[in-house]
């Protein structure tokens, strides 16, 4: 999503006038779409587990050493759980949406197409403030990663004993 972020903004630097207009409004709104066809493809994985990542995080805060702690992580979650839910409607709404549509407007048509796109466009800001907002997530799960299960070891294997013996081995 940053690399989506990144590339959006070059776009923007070259094919935009000094106030932001287009110069191209065709080119510009199809590579719109593109983009916000990609951040919804980068985050469709993890979709349906977006708001348990965001609850987790939040029953993980407690535990969390006062020394790591960061004061926004609060306010981040409440941010995180507001997006999980809209983006979770606007993901139902185009279902029903894609569910009206008549007969041989399936993938592929305009019809499919233009809903897809709608909530496309609709979620790109969204997506915009999870990407701010998630490293709360990531910087809570560190934190609290011994908490409930062991962490793994650094350490190399100890070597193993060697055994001496009195006589030499011949070869």
């Known amino acids: 999503m940053n690399q989506l972020q990144s ?8 094919h935009t006038d000094p106030d932001g207009w287009p110069f191209d409004d065709e080119a510009h709104q199809q590579a719109e779409a593109r983009r916000n066809a990609e951040a919804w493809a980068a985050f469709e994985p993890i979709a349906l587990i977006a708001a348990r990542l965001v609850t987790s995080s939040e029953q993980r805060r407690p ?19 507001a997006v999980a839910h809209q983006l979770d409607a606007l993901s139902a709404s ?27 466009a609709a979620a790109w800001p969204r997506l915009e403030e ?7 997530v ?6 609290t990663a011994g908490a409930d299960r062991p962490l793994l070891t650094t350490s190399a294997p100890a070597q193993p004993a060697t055994v001496r013996s009195s006589s030499a081995v011949r070869r």
């Open 7 to 14: 590339a959006w903004e070059s776009h923007i630097d070259l």
């Open 130 to 136: 999870w990407v701010l907002h998630a490293p709360a």
């Open 63 to 81: 535990r969390v050493p006062s020394d790591v702690s960061q004061p926004r992580w609060g306010w981040q979650l409440g941010v995180l759980t």
């Open 138 to 143: 990531v910087g809570i799960r560190a934190a």
């Open 94 to 120: 185009a279902e029903q949406a894609l569910s009206d549509l008549p007969p041989g407007a399936g993938p592929g048509s305009d019809a499919y197409g233009a809903v897809i796109a709608e909530r496309n």
